[in-house]
């Protein structure tokens, strides 16, 4: 889950690729470099942030007009100078830069060993280009000829983008299982793993698909597929500014993205509920309304966030639709030889809709004849392009590693997928449908309302700032939210800590309950308010420090808690949506306390390409 972006046109390449990986970081950022096309190829690479290639100082920089450039986040050797991209072939004419996995590098490691190859990095790229320089000299035939035959024979996931000695002006890339964009400019051509670097040159955008070579001047584009027949591309429009992109005076992208939520929940509302007609459009579900309503069973598949998005989901639509649902991690879902049977719907959620481990488990579903519905927020992202039908959550770019305004988004979706159906089947009364509307559409202003206490918020991160372990906990629909505020902690504060459902922590977890470990406590006013009291009272037993997220009118609870965030009141079934905030705000606090960089937590990336 690297980044990737290159260049071919009339400008100097050098500053756009620079600036192009500074917006691909989110995607890895512990090594990085370059390699640029004046005279000659020469490259530049370096353990890091992209900020490190800034020490490069040659006069290829303002020559070159054509480059590539690598953001590592690393799967096949350490972050180490030796092991960043771009990687040559022995002789030096071929230089690559790659996003994903080569399974079978070992084994074509070997092959060349035996053939006198040598390696200076543990890297898979470093084979997969001296395996196309092998074909090359073996076939003497040519870079884009011996591309197309090396891509058969390898196994897992890439997309490469080469440079080759005596061709300056045109680059070759491919594409299968990472996600490649290819920007449409006069004279020039932009290429990356997602259109936040091209944004501000054009918005005229081609999504490359799995098994295609593009061969780029800066005047024409060429697609072919690896059986070498053309192929014709689909030129789109991007609907996406590059404000979206900066942190519009925020210090951190995921506090922006935080603040950003009343508006992306407008924004994944808007066309879709008209509460003065009290109707739901979602033209996804309405084309295939009648799978959902004649479904036997709904899967849900996803990872990370979006597997909280789905237990909560798996709440709303078995209330609403009557319709059992199971929320299967993804990683596990696709090696698990799932049983599906025909009128089985899968969901498949992802924020980047490029998530290896939920796209590979679609495509088995998909291979046995489920229905794929996606609910995604990258626009014409793999899993989008993938799933038969689907919902975009137009949360709008989430650059934050830690995924915010895409989670809230998602629950909105989800929920208006929840009423249509149930509609549809008549498991929901038109009094309760309209119920529902009606609260959802207030939404939006309910967050803006919690997001007017961050401060107090930010007073109570500051207590805790130090804890050394920490435990959420809810019930019913808030039980996931427990488990995305525990999550959502960990990535940023590097805390260990839990969530669970409140009722199971008698079961054990009560075991960590001393004076030293804070519990919070998602404990709005629901059918399970009383049964939060007493367990809030079984930790305070234990000299433990509760937090507890409360409604306004809340006695009892502010009464024996340390200390109190408030959220609106709103049905339990919308409550996610609002007791979700605090515990976004509070984590993003922690980390900021800590020194810690929220936006890039160590060892993780925004989307998890490999498996
Ligand atoms: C969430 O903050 C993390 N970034 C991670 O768990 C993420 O939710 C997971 O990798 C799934 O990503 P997706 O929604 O893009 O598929």
Not at 40 to 47: A, G, L, P, R
Not at 464 to 469: G, L, S, W
Request: aromatic content about 8%.
């Amino acid at each position: 889950m690297c980044g990737i972006v290159a260049y071919i046109g009339h400008q100097e390449a050098y500053p756009i690729i620079l600036k192009g990986l500074k917006r691909l970081e989110y995607r890895g950022y512990d090594s990085s470099g370059i390699a640029l096309y004046g005279k000659q190829i020469e490259s530049y690479k370096k353990k890091g942030r992209v900020s490190e290639l800034e020490t490069w100082d040659a006069p290829i920089l303002h020559e070159a007009h054509a480059g590539i450039g690598h953001t590592r986040w690393a799967t096949h050797g350490e972050p180490t100078d030796a092991n960043a991209h771009p990687h040559q072939s022995n002789s030096g004419k071929i230089t690559l830069v790659h996003n994903g996995i080569i399974e079978n590098y070992a084994s074509l490691k070997a092959e060349l060993i035996q053939k006198g190859y040598t390696f200076q990095s543990e890297t898979d790229t470093e084979v997969l280009v001296n395996f196309i320089e092998d074909i090359q000299i073996n076939n003497n035939s040519s870079l884009e000829e011996a591309m197309r035959i090396a891509l058969k024979r390898v196994v897992g996931a890439y997309v490469i983008i080469v440079l080759e000695d005596g061709f300056p002006d045109r680059l070759i890339a491919a594409r299968k299982g990472s996600p490649l964009v290819i920007g449409v400019g006069e004279g020039e051509h932009f290429l990356a793993s997602d259109a936040s670097p091209i944004i501000e040159y054009t918005k005229r955008v081609i999504y490359v698909n799995d098994y295609e070579l593009a061969i780029i001047s800066k005047d024409d584009i060429i697609l072919k597929n690896l059986g070498n027949e053309p192929v014709t591309p689909y030129i789109q429009q991007l609907d996406m500014e590059l404000a979206q992109i900066e942190k519009g005076g925020f210090d951190h992208f995921m506090l922006k993205e935080i603040f950003d939520q009343p508006a992306s929940l407008t924004d994944c509302l808007r066309g879709r509920l008209d509460v003065a007609t009290l109707s739901l459009t979602l033209a996804g579900v309405d084309q295939h309304l009648s799978v959902f309503t004649q479904a036997k069973r709904i899967i849900i598949v996803a990872c990370g966030t979006s597997w909280h998005a789905g237990l909560i989901a798996e709440y709303m639509i078995e209330t609403i639709c009557r319709i059992p649902v199971e929320v299967e991690y993804a990683s596990e879902f696709r090696y698990r030889n799932p049983i599906i049977h025909s009128g089985d719907v899968i969901i498949a959620i992802s924020q980047s809709g490029e998530t290896a481990d939920t796209l590979v488990a679609i495509e088995r579903a998909k291979e046995q004849g489920a229905f794929i519905f996606g609910v995604v927020n990258a626009v014409g992202s793999s899993i989008a392009r993938l799933s038969h039908a689907g919902a975009y959550t137009h949360a709008g770019p989430e650059i934050g590693v830690a995924s915010t305004k895409a989670f809230t988004a998602q629950l909105a979706v989800l929920a208006m997928m929840a009423l249509k159906i149930g509609k549809a089947k008549q498991t929901l009364t038109d009094a309760d449908y309209k119920h529902y509307l009606v609260e959802l559409s207030q939404i939006p202003e309910k967050v803006q309302v919690i997001l007017s206490s961050h401060e107090l918020i930010k007073e109570v991160a500051q207590v805790y700032a130090e804890a050394n372990n920490f435990l959420f906990l809810g019930r019913g629909y808030n039980f996931p939210v427990a488990l995305e505020a525990a999550l959502k902690l960990k990535e940023v504060s590097y805390i260990p800590c839990s969530g669970y459902p409140s009722g199971e922590v008698k079961h054990g977890p009560i075991a960590l309950v001393d004076e030293t470990l804070p519990t919070l406590f998602i404990a709005t006013k629901d059918k399970y308010y009383d049964k939060i009291v007493s367990n809030i009272q079984e930790i305070k037993a234990r000299k433990g420090k509760v937090i507890a997220i409360i409604n306004p009118d809340d006695t009892a609870i502010r009464g024996v808690s340390d200390h109190v965030m408030e959220v609106p009141e709103t049905d339990e079934l919308l409550a996610p949506l609002l007791t979700v905030i605090p515990t976004q705000l509070m984590s993003y606090y922690i980390g900021v306390l800590r020194g810690l960089d929220v936006d890039k937590p160590r060892n993780l990336a925004k989307s998890v390409t490999v498996e």
